[in-house]
């Protein structure tokens, strides 16, 4: 079995390249499609000299390391100014939350799609109690401004 593995370890790359390949589709991030490139270089390195081990790993990494800091760039930014975007946290607005502790002005705590967020009240004057339904109106850094769902909002007045 070891001689059938090392006589056709470029199959072990392959195998390494689609599993990360594969991962990559729960990530989103792009780093495993990097590393599942640096497999698929260690796989062609080992069609061409099948008995140099080091050499596949060393040009394995190369690659990965190459890709990762040239072309992974350059595709996070084709992707995120693509037409449809959104990021996770532009995500999350407009959508319901319930409250998981007393939210004021000042702080609080939200869940949101199963994610907990620091919270504060969209409406300054209003205490919102923990369990009570909340809708995101905007994203503040990392806080969540939220007003209660079953509340009215406050009359913003009109501009002259």
Not at 43 to 53: D, R
Not at 146 to 158: A, L, T
Request: proline letters at 6%.
């Amino acid at each position: 079995m070891a001689e059938w593995f090392g006589q056709h370890l470029w199959a072990i790359w392959l195998c390494l390249a689609l599993l990360l390949g594969s991962a990559e589709m729960f990530s989103g991030d792009l780093i495993l499609l990097m590393l599942a490139a640096g497999a698929l270089a260690g796989v062609a390195t080992s069609l061409i000299a099948p008995g140099l081990i080091l050499v596949q790993v060393i040009v394995g990494v190369l690659v990965a390391i190459l890709t990762m800091f040239l072309l992974r760039p350059v595709l996070l930014s084709r992707m995120r100014n693509s037409v449809g975007y959104r990021s996770s946290v532009d995500q999350i607005v407009g959508s319901e939350g319930v409250a998981t502790r007393e939210i004021t002005a000042a702080a609080g705590e939200v869940r949101v799609r199963g994610e907990t967020w620091s919270a504060r009240a969209y409406d300054p004057d209003l205490t919102i109690d923990a369990g009570e339904p909340v809708d995101i109106f905007e994203v503040d850094g990392v806080t969540a401004l939220v007003h209660p769902r079953n509340r009215p909002m406050p009359e913003i007045p009109p501009y002259n």
